[in-house]
């Protein structure tokens, strides 16, 4: 029989799942979000047991804590993010099917894929101030009351509904009327054909005209560092980097949550590529090649994808040249 002290240690463990996603959302990093919440958790095993059984409610503390370190992580996130070697993307999820073993830990500490994580939703996010953010995704996503916000973000609960308000219209005024899953699968099926084909034309025909592709490298592979803008100038691009790129497997994979693209070389992802789908084209591509962001992603399964064509040795990936 369990004692109560082991029932509340299992009870203080079985938040994690909780705080990881909610300090995915926040922070749009993984690595952070990990950080973030082992240090909430150091926190509490650094009370003492009578500080402990003082706490009405262990989640409660666990998420206020996580949540204060998230905010203290985006103030400084800002300054780090001027310093970044071109764009700077949120770090892109597989499914849960596919998470690596290098980074799986309990499986209870897997993101839940759901529209909040989807990458246009998380750029969006990255536009607001970081108690905007906090309140918003708290209040707005995970429907914490304003008083519990409150008492993370370090203002009154009028001002965190009014942070929450400003950050909800960011969102709307951003968002666009989302494809089906189908349908956006399809059409990165058909775009990643054209690519291996290296037809510019069935590419652009697949863009939006006003099409913008973003590329994170983080200063330690190539990477286009500027926004790549409208259909013939993305395409013609890719098919640029296609000749530069030999020995690449495409392959169709979820990417947080959406249908997306991974280049692999020599069965090692090199770039994660996710999509925002808007009146049928493709309007939206973040090209993820920063080791650091890929480290959740599997390496191939056999039999799986097929090579672009060309040699074996490559130059870059996807968006994998500077420009």
Same mark, same amino acid.
């Given at each position: 029989?369990?004692?109560?002290?082991?029932?509340?240690?299992?009870?203080?463990?079985? =938040?994690?799942?909780?705080?990881?996603?909610?300090?995915?959302?926040?922070?749009?990093?993984?690595?952070?979000?990990?950080?973030?919440?082992?240090?909430?958790? /150091?926190?509490?095993?650094?009370?003492?047991?009578?500080?402990?059984?003082?706490?009405?409610?262990?989640?409660?503390?666990?998420?206020?804590? /996580?949540?204060?370190?998230?905010?203290?992580?985006?103030?400084?996130?800002?300054?780090?993010? =001027?310093?970044?070697?071109?764009?700077?993307?949120?770090?892109?999820?597989?499914?849960?099917?596919?998470?690596?073993?290098?980074?799986? #830990?309990?499986?209870? *500490?897997?993101?839940?894929? *759901?529209?909040?994580?989807?990458?246009?939703?998380?750029?969006?996010?990255?536009?607001?101030?970081?108690?905007?953010?906090? &309140?918003?995704?708290?209040?707005?996503?995970?429907?914490?009351?304003?008083? =519990?916000?409150?008492?993370?973000?370090?203002?009154?609960?009028? &001002?965190?509904?009014?942070?929450?308000?400003?950050?909800?219209?960011?969102?709307?005024?951003?968002?666009?009327?989302?494809?089906?899953?189908?349908?956006?699968?399809?059409?990165?099926?058909?775009?990643?054909?054209?690519?291996?084909?290296?037809?510019?034309?069935?590419?652009?025909?697949?863009? *939006?005209?006003? /099409?913008?592709?973003?590329?994170?490298?983080?200063?330690?592979?190539?990477?286009?560092?500027?926004?790549?803008?409208?259909?013939?100038?993305?395409?013609?691009?890719?098919?640029?980097?296609?000749?530069?790129?030999? #020995?690449?497997?495409?392959?169709?994979?979820?990417?947080? #949550?959406?249908?997306?693209?991974?280049?692999?070389?020599?069965?090692?992802?090199?770039?994660?590529?996710?999509?925002?789908?808007?009146?049928?084209?493709?309007?939206?591509?973040?090209?993820?090649?920063?080791?650091?962001?890929?480290?959740?992603?599997?390496?191939?399964?056999?039999?799986?994808?097929?090579? /672009?064509?060309? #040699?074996?040795?490559?130059?870059?990936?996807? &968006?994998?040249?500077?420009?």
């Amino acid at each position: 029989m369990n004692t109560p002290s082991e029932l509340d240690a299992s009870a203080v463990a079985g =938040e994690r799942r909780q705080l990881v996603n909610v300090a995915y959302r926040l922070l749009g990093s993984l690595a952070e979000a990990e950080d973030a919440v082992q240090e909430a958790y /150091a926190r509490w095993y650094a009370l003492s047991r009578p500080q402990q059984e003082a706490i009405a409610s262990p989640g409660a503390w666990l998420t206020t804590v /996580a949540g204060r370190i998230c905010l203290d992580v985006l103030g400084s996130a800002r300054a780090r993010r =001027e310093r970044y070697v071109g764009t700077w993307i949120p770090e892109p999820l597989p499914d849960h099917s596919e998470w690596s073993s290098v980074r799986a #830990g309990d499986p209870a *500490d897997r993101i839940t894929l *759901d529209e909040s994580v989807n990458m246009a939703f998380l750029v969006v996010l990255e536009s607001m101030t970081p108690a905007e953010r906090v &309140a918003f995704v708290l209040h707005d996503v995970f429907r914490y009351p304003f008083a =519990e916000v409150a008492e993370i973000v370090g203002r009154t609960p009028a &001002a965190c509904r009014q942070l929450a308000s400003t950050g909800r219209r960011r969102v709307t005024a951003a968002r666009t009327p989302a494809a089906p899953a189908p349908a956006q699968a399809g059409l990165v099926r058909h775009f990643k054909e054209a690519w291996e084909a290296k037809d510019i034309e069935a590419l652009v025909g697949l863009l *939006d005209p006003d /099409a913008t592709m973003n590329a994170d490298g983080g200063g330690l592979v190539g990477t286009v560092l500027r926004p790549v803008e409208g259909a013939e100038a993305i395409a013609a691009y890719l098919i640029h980097i296609a000749a530069k790129a030999p #020995g690449l497997t495409l392959l169709e994979r979820t990417v947080n #949550g959406l249908p997306g693209l991974v280049a692999q070389h020599t069965g090692v992802p090199v770039t994660v590529a996710a999509f925002e789908v808007t009146g049928g084209r493709i309007s939206r591509i973040w090209a993820v090649r920063n080791p650091e962001k890929l480290r959740a992603w599997p390496a191939a399964r056999r039999g799986s994808g097929h090579p /672009a064509p060309g #040699g074996s040795q490559p130059a870059e990936g996807p &968006a994998g040249e500077r420009g």
